[in-house]
T-cell receptor, first 115, second 109 residues
Framework: ETGVTQSPTHLIKTRGQQVTLRCSSQSGHNTVSWYQQALGQGPQFIFQYYREEENGRGNFPPRFSGLQFPNYSSELNVNALELDDSALYLC??????????????FGPGTRLTVL | EDQVTQSPEALRLQEGESSSLNCSYTVSGLRGLFWYRQDPGKGPEFLFTLYSAGEEKEKERLKATLTKKESFLHITAPKPEDSATYLCAAQTGANNLFFGTGTRLTVIP
């Protein structure tokens, strides 16, 4: 069984640029959630996608947007990058079998540095 | 406002010295309390899910417990390889995980 994978591993951008991060969910999982983790902090929820539809959003501005594809992989797009966007971006997938609470399994993350 | 607080922020133990990590939560409609382990620069690794007060789960040297207001992660006779940051997270009706800031554990040989 393949786990959650993310690409790229590291990325350096300058302020004002745009970035796209990618995530492949674990086999059999139809839900993907994205989190931002600043240094020394816990992950913060950005949004969740279930079967290609946004299924909840945290307190992040509209310049953070996402997509989920028919194979349940996902992208996180961030426009007009700011210095505070520098963080580890984590993708997590879950099976969402409709039974209530599902465990989210995390990928290794993408380290984004904004200069 | 939903809140998850972990203590202590950092903990140094001698190998074999047992201790507990605390996670206090104030959330509306707790559906599950999760514990994850995170190594530096890596994604969180799932450890446990607890659903109701009184529930306990064990895995090797780790044991997680849950009350109506807090959860504890007990570490028995830790080894250096247990060194990591331990995160707890509450899942509410919104389906997202609300994380604490973690406890950074260092086990000294």
């Amino acid at each position: 069984e393949t786990g959650v994978t993310q690409s790229p591993t590291h990325l350096i951008k300058t302020r004002g640029q745009q970035v796209t991060l990618r995530c492949s969910s674990q086999s059999g999982h139809n839900t993907v959630s994205w989190y931002q983790q600043a240094l020394g902090q816990g992950p913060q929820f950005i949004f969740q996608y279930y079967r290609e539809e946004e299924n909840g959003r945290g307190n992040f501005p509209p310049r953070f947007s996402g997509l989920q594809f028919p194979n349940y992989s996902s992208e996180l797009n961030v426009n007009a990058l700011e210095l505070d966007d520098s963080a580890l971006y984590l993708c997590a997938s879950s099976p969402n079998r409709g039974l209530g609470v599902d465990t989210q399994y995390f990928g290794p993350g993408t380290r984004l540095t904004v200069l | 406002e939903d809140q998850v607080t972990q203590s202590p922020e950092a903990l140094r133990l001698q190998e074999g010295e047992s201790s507990s990590l605390n996670c206090s939560y104030t959330v509306s409609g707790l559906r599950g309390l999760f514990w994850y382990r995170q190594d530096p620069g890596k994604g969180p690794e799932f450890l446990f899910t607890l659903y109701s007060a009184g529930e306990e789960k064990e895995k090797e040297r780790l044991k997680a417990t849950l009350t109506k207001k807090e959860s504890f992660l007990h570490i028995t006779a830790p080894k250096p390889e247990d060194s990591a940051t331990y995160l707890c997270a509450a899942q509410t009706g919104a389906n997202n995980l609300f994380f604490g800031t973690g406890t950074r554990l260092t086990v000294i040989p």
